[in-house]
């Protein structure tokens, strides 16, 4: 009943740039945090960024300074700008989205959706 598609990855030189974006569709009342989470081959997933529905961003140490998280509310849209990009940030990223369904109404409880996962691989 919702689904998050991601798009936007792909291969790039170091130093380069690459922008994310998060698409949520469905039953959708409400979009509460949104963020990315990225998994190298063999490692955990890892957190990127998150960014509140009021706007409040966090980012990961490893890029600071590199990334940029926004979110598009009234298309409930999600975006990583990538910038700086080193070949240790090449991973499978994946959106996710803590979504109040229209369902879900009167509680007004929300659940995580996660996208699919975008391939970004960074060479040297």
């Known amino acids: 009943q919702v689904q998050l598609v991601e798009s936007g990855g792909g291969l790039v030189q170091a130093g380069g740039s690459l922008r994310l974006s998060c698409t949520a569709s469905?039953?959708?009342?409400?979009?509460?945090?949104m963020g990315w989470y990225c998994q190298a081959p063999g490692k955990q997933r890892e957190l990127v960024a998150i960014?509140?529905?009021?706007?409040?961003?966090i980012y990961a140490d490893s890029v600071k300074g590199r990334f940029t998280i926004s979110r598009d509310n009234a298309n409930n849209t999600l975006y990583l700008q990538m910038n700086s990009l080193k070949p240790d940030d090449t991973a499978v990223y994946y959106c996710y989205a803590n979504i109040v369904r229209r369902a879900d109404w009167a509680t007004s409880r929300d659940y995580s959706h996660w996208g699919q996962g975008t391939q970004v691989t960074v060479s040297s």
């Open positions: 960014i509140t529905s009021s706007g409040t961003t």
């Open positions: 469905g039953d959708i009342l409400r979009i509460n945090k």
